[in-house]
């Protein structure tokens, strides 16, 4: 299968990887790299640009393919390295990123200069069109399903992805709500020219976190994520647990009044309890409706094959079949 995408990454498959904290290590980007995807290293769970170098090269020894690297600009206070980052993926040769949070446009020149073709998290087509006119190469649009952070809008992909190509000359992806082979002909129909899986990736063999996290999002259905932080305009797709349900009666109790402080025993430092311990209820954790679709652990090869098989033949029998 050729898009835009796959000629934009040099892939194999319209399918990219989403940058997951505590997730999105070596060795599920390289299995789905592997596999024909794009494999994204999440650039901020390493905590130093050394510690990324050094997930790079190992990333390097497991896959020949193109890989990535998620860095999302956060709006802290004591901001983390960024240029020292960017100068560790640009000596790496990582030729793939895949930006989120603040606008990266003062990184954009270095990061051609090198060869790097840069992909934009967005949720709206406002801020899709702004990634486009400051010279992002692909956006990734994510819809009100996705786990982590949808964005203030609450529009679902349904409506965003055919709005995103209406209004977008660049190539796109859509997130959220993207599991399987009708999830990416569905988005492809949209206009969409591939998928991105987060919580999907999550769910397979190679993912390197507790088995308690694999089976918590196979278990869930697609009733069992709730919105967080909404009072602090910080929205959040998060699993159901004990934490969840106290973070949200606090919300209810404080109203308006709430402040970051008020929440930090159920969000702050909780990722490496959770993904690499299995301390299920440690804290709230991104977790995307799309959970209701999954229910099983395939390994990222068998999920990936899966996906395109599944695909092709919606496309060549299901649909061709409709048309007289």
């Not at 990324?52 to 990535?68: H, N, S, V, W, Y």
């Not at 990582?94 to 060869?115: D, R």
């Not at 929205?235 to 109790?253: D, I, S, W």
Request: with cysteine; glycine share 10%; charged share 20%.
């Amino acid at each position: 299968m050729k898009t835009r995408i796959t000629e934009l990454f040099g892939i194999e498959h319209p399918i990219i990887q989403g940058g997951m904290h505590y997730v999105g290590f070596a060795e599920l980007a390289a299995a789905v790299s592997n596999a024909g995807g794009l494999g994204m290293i999440t650039g901020l769970t390493q905590k130093t640009p050394e510690l990324l170098a050094k997930e790079i090269r190992r990333c390097r020894e497991m896959t020949d393919k193109p890989f990535g690297v998620n860095l999302t600009f956060l709006p802290t206070v004591s901001s983390p390295d960024y240029p020292g980052y960017i100068q560790t993926i640009i000596d790496g040769g990582v030729k793939a990123v895949e930006t989120a949070g603040n606008n990266p446009q003062k990184y954009l020149p270095a990061l051609h200069e090198a060869g790097v073709k840069v992909i934009h998290k967005c949720t709206s087509v406002r801020h899709s069109l702004k990634a486009e006119s400051i010279g992002c190469d692909a956006v990734s649009v994510d819809g009100f399903e996705c786990g982590g952070h949808p964005g203030e809008d609450d529009v679902p992909n349904f409506i965003l992805l055919p709005r995103a190509a209406e209004s977008l000359k660049i190539p796109f992806v859509a997130s959220g709500g993207m599991a399987d082979g009708r999830s990416l002909v569905a988005a492809l129909s949209l206009g969409a020219e591939g998928i991105n899986m987060g919580t999907r990736f999550i769910a397979t063999k190679e993912a390197p976190v507790h088995q308690n996290v694999k089976d918590a999002i196979v278990a869930a259905t697609e009733l069992d994520t709730r919105l967080v932080m909404r009072p602090l305009r910080n929205t959040e797709r998060v699993l159901l647990n004990e934490p969840t349900k106290r973070l949200l009666a606090k919300e209810a109790a404080l109203g308006a009044s709430i402040k970051f402080e008020d929440i930090i025993d159920e969000v702050a430092g909780v990722y490496p309890r959770i993904m690499t311990e299995g301390l299920m209820e440690s804290g709230v954790w991104s977790c995307g409706m799309v959970a209701g679709l999954i229910h099983d652990i395939p390994t990222v090869k068998e999920l990936i094959d899966t996906i395109m098989r599944d695909a092709d033949a919606i496309i060549r029998q299901r649909l061709a079949g409709f048309v007289g």
